[in-house]
């Protein structure tokens, strides 16, 4: 039941960012409604398929599709 809900909030987040090119964690937390839990295991799900880049510091890092 989990694994779904972790697969319904990482198709959000890949819509928002099809559509916004790159966003920072606090931006994509705003705009999906997710708690942070529910967003980090979203965006493992996409990282972990090779969907997702991450660039950054510890503090801030930006997130973008990668082009597959």
């Known amino acids: 039941m989990i694994k779904n809900k972790i697969g319904e909030n990482a198709g959000k987040i890949w ?3 099809n559509k916004n090119i790159e966003m920072n964690i606090k931006e994509l937390k705003k705009v999906t409604n997710l708690y942070d839990k ?8 996409l990282s972990r398929e090779n ?4 660039w ?8 973008c599709l990668t082009e597959n």
């Open 56 to 63: 950054g510091d510890k503090n801030d890092f930006q997130i």
């Open 51 to 54: 969907k997702v880049f991450f």
């Open 15 to 17: 819509n928002i960012l």
């Open 38 to 45: 529910d967003l980090l295991l979203a965006l493992g799900w």
